[in-house]
C-alpha cells in the first residue's frame, strides 16, 4: 500500500516540476517587455548643471578660438592653474598621447626592427675582408666600458618600463587583464622614476668621458655621404669614433639630456610647473625616448649580431687590427705607428687565459 | 596559500638558517685553531687591532689612484645600502612591528630616493667591474655573482613596492629577502660580519711586531 502511493507521488513529480519552472520563469523579469515598457515610459532626467558647463566650456573654446589664450577667471586658491577653469589644451594633449603618439610608436618602433631584419636577410653578417688576424689593440678601458654597460643597461630597463607604461594599455591588458597589468604598471612606474636620475648621471658621464673623441672631424662627411661603406664599394675612413658612431653618441647625450629633464620636471610636479608645462614634456620625453629606443635598436644589432668584431670592443676593451683597419684605419694607422698592437698569445695572456689552446690562438689558426 | 608562505614558514625558515648560519660561521672563525705566535711581542696588539680596523677604510695611498671607481663605487652601494636597510620608513616600521618594539626616525622619501639610486649606481658599476675586468674576472666565483644579482634583486622588488599598494609586491620582496637571508651564510655575503675581526686579526698581528697599519 505504501509502495503504491509513494511511486503514485513519484509519476506526478515531473509535472509538479514543471509547473514549478512555469510559475518560477513568470516570475522573472522580463527584459524585452520591460525595455518596451521603458522606451514608453522613459523620462529625461537631465542635470542641471551640464548646460552651464557646456557654457563655460564652450566660452573657452571662443576665447582660444580669438587668440586670447587659455581664459583666466579669479579664484581664492593661489596655486598653479588656480584661475583656469578649463585646460583646453589637455583634451589636446590628451587625443594626441591616446591616438598619435601610441599608434604611431608602435608603428615606428615595430617598422624600425623589420627593418633591421629584412637588411640583416639581404646583406647579413658584415665580415672583414680576410678575416681577423688575431693581433688586438686596446680601445676601451675598465671605467669607458664599464659606463657604457651601466647607461645600456638603465636604458634598457627605463625602455622597458617606459614602453610598458605607453602601450601597456593598448597591448598589455588585453593580454592580462586590468588586475595583473595594475601590479606591472605600478612598478614600473616607480622603477622608471627611480631609475631616472641614474640614466641622467651616466649620461653627463658619458658626455664628460667621451666628448673630445666626438667632436666632428675632416673626412667624417665623407663616410656620411657613403653611407659608412654600405653606398659603394670604396672604403670608408673613420678616425677614433666613426661618423656614425659619433652621430649616435651625440644623439644619446643631446636626447638623452633632454627626456632626463623633461623627465624630472614630470616626476617632480611641486616646483611651480603648470598642466601645459607638463603636457609638453610629456610629448618631448615620450617622442625623445622612442626616437633613442628606435635608433638603439641599430646600435644593438652593429654591436652585435651585424659587425664581425665588433662587441669584442665593450667586452674585453680589446679589439681585432684587422677590424680597426677596416672601420677606423686613421686610428689603426696611429695604432701601428705607436706600436700598440698585441699579439694574440700575449692578449690570451693579458686576459688570464692559457695562451696555449685559447679561443684567441685557435682562431688565429683557423685564419692562418 | 603562497602569501601565508611567504609570511609564515619560510620566512621563519630563512630566519633560523640566517641566525644559525651566521652565528656558525663566526664563531668557527673566532675559535679556529692558529698556531701560537713564540716571539716576543714589540707592542700591545690591541691598539693595532682598533685602529686597523678604521684605517682600513681609507685606501692605500699607493692603491687609491688605481682603484678610484671601485672606491667610489663600494662607498656609494656600502652607505647606500645602509641607509635603505635601517632608515627607509617601511624598514624602521617593520623592525619595530617584528622585532625590536622601538623606532627612530626615518629618512624622508627624497632621501630614500637619493639612497636607493646611490645604492644601484653603486652595485651596478662594482658588478660590471668584476665581469669585465680580466683579473676581477679571474677571482670572482659563481656565488660572487649570485651574491650581487640576489643583492641587487632584493633592492629592486623593495623599490618596486614603495608605492605599498599592492601586496603582491611586497610579497615579492620579501621572498627575494628571504632566498638572500638564507643564502647569506654560505657566500661571501657574510663579509658584512667578518670585516671586522678580519681588519682587527691583521692590525692585531701588525700591531704585536710594531708594524704601523
Not at chain 1, 608603428?107 to 675582408?129: A, E, T
Request: with cysteine.
Amino acid at each position: 500500500m505504501i509502495k503504491f502511493v509513494v511511486s503514485r507521488q513519484l509519476r506526478l513529480l515531473p509535472g509538479l516540476l514543471s509547473v514549478f519552472l512555469v510559475l518560477l520563469f513568470i516570475s522573472l523579469p522580463q527584459p524585452g517587455i520591460a525595455d518596451e515598457h521603458q522606451k514608453v515610459e522613459g523620462i529625461s532626467n537631465k542635470n542641471p548643471g551640464a548646460d552651464l558647463w557646456r557654457n563655460v566650456r564652450q566660452r573657452d573654446q571662443e576665447l582660444l578660438g580669438s587668440l586670447k589664450s587659455n581664459s583666466q577667471g579669479s579664484s581664492q586658491v593661489k596655486s598653479v592653474d588656480s584661475k583656469m577653469l578649463i585646460n583646453q589644451q589637455g583634451d589636446l594633449w590628451a587625443r594626441f598621447r591616446m591616438e598619435q603618439l601610441i599608434k604611431y610608436g608602435m608603428m615606428s618602433l615595430g617598422g624600425i626592427l623589420i627593418l633591421i631584419l629584412v637588411f640583416y636577410l639581404l646583406r647579413g653578417r658584415v665580415n672583414i675582408d680576410g678575416g681577423l688576424s688575431g693581433n688586438m689593440v686596446h680601445r676601451f678601458n675598465s671605467y669607458e666600458r664599464v659606463l657604457h654597460w651601466v647607461l645600456a643597461l638603465v636604458f634598457l630597463f627605463l625602455a622597458i618600463t617606459g614602453l610598458t607604461l605607453l602601450f601597456g594599455r593598448t597591448l598589455l591588458i588585453p593580454v592580462m587583464g586590468h588586475e595583473l597589468f595594475s601590479v606591472i604598471a605600478s612598478s614600473s612606474k616607480e622603477g622608471h622614476n627611480l631609475f631616472g636620475p641614474i640614466f641622467l648621471v651616466s649620461v653627463v658621464l658619458m658626455l664628460i668621458r667621451f666628448v673630445k673623441k666626438n667632436i666632428y672631424a675632416k673626412g667624417d662627411l665623407t663616410w656620411l655621404l657613403k653611407g659608412g661603406g654600405m653606398i659603394g664599394k670604396s672604403h670608408v675612413t673613420g678616425g677614433f669614433f666613426n661618423m656614425g658612431e659619433k652621430s649616435w653618441y651625440w644623439l644619446v647625450i643631446l636626447i638623452g639630456l633632454l627626456i632626463s629633464i623633461s623627465g624630472l620636471i614630470l616626476v617632480s610636479p611641486n616646483f611651480g610647473q603648470g598642466r601645459v608645462i607638463m603636457e609638453l614634456s610629456h610629448v618631448v620625453h615620450a617622442a625623445g625616448a622612442l626616437i633613442l629606443i628606435a635608433v638603439s635598436f641599430g646600435h644593438m644589432y652593429l654591436g652585435t649580431v651585424g659587425t664581425e668584431g665588433t662587441n669584442e670592443s665593450m667586452r674585453t676593451g680589446y679589439v681585432d687590427i684587422s677590424w680597426a683597419e677596416a672601420h677606423h684605419d686613421r686610428w689603426a694607422k696611429e695604432c701601428h705607428e705607436k706600436q700598440l698592437i698585441v699579439s694574440a698569445e700575449q692578449y690570451a695572456k693579458l686576459q688570464g687565459r692559457n695562451p696555449i689552446n685559447s679561443e684567441d690562438s685557435l682562431s688565429l689558426e683557423k685564419n692562418q | 596559500m603562497i602569501a601565508n608562505l611567504i609570511d609564515g614558514l619560510l620566512w621563519n625558515i630563512s630566519l633560523v638558517v640566517f641566525a644559525v648560519g651566521v652565528s656558525w660561521k663566526m664563531l668557527s672563525i673566532i675559535f679556529a685553531k692558529r698556531p701560537v705566535d713564540l716571539s716576543v711581542a714589540r707592542a700591545s696588539s690591541i691598539p693595532g687591532a682598533i685602529k686597523t680596523v678604521f684605517t682600513r677604510f681609507k685606501p692605500a695611498a699607493g692603491m687609491a689612484s688605481r682603484i678610484q671607481m671601485k672606491i667610489v663605487a663600494g662607498y656609494m652601494f656600502h652607505l647606500g645600502l645602509f641607509a635603505l636597510m635601517f632608515f627607509a620608513a617601511p624598514h624602521v616600521r617593520f623592525l619595530d612591528n617584528e622585532f625590536l618594539g622601538f623606532s627612530w626616525t626615518a629618512m624622508p622619501h627624497s632621501a630614500f630616493i637619493i639612497s636607493a639610486q646611490f645604492a644601484f649606481l653603486g652595485l651596478l658599476m662594482l658588478w660590471l667591474y668584476r665581469v669585465l675586468d680580466p683579473v676581477s674576472k679571474l677571482i670572482s666565483t659563481t656565488g660572487d655573482h649570485v651574491a650581487s644579482i640576489l643583492t641587487f634583486v632584493v633592492m629592486l622588488t623593495g623599490c618596486l613596492a614603495l608605492l605599498e599598494s599592492f601586496s603582491e609586491l611586497r610579497l615579492l620582496h620579501r621572498f627575494s629577502v628571504e632566498l638572500f637571508l638564507i643564502y647569506f651564510p654560505f657566500s661571501s655575503l657574510m663579509h658584512t660580519f667578518t670585516f671586522i675581526p678580519s681588519r682587527a686579526f691583521t692590525g692585531a698581528w701588525f700591531g704585536r711586531r710594531g708594524i704601523s697599519s
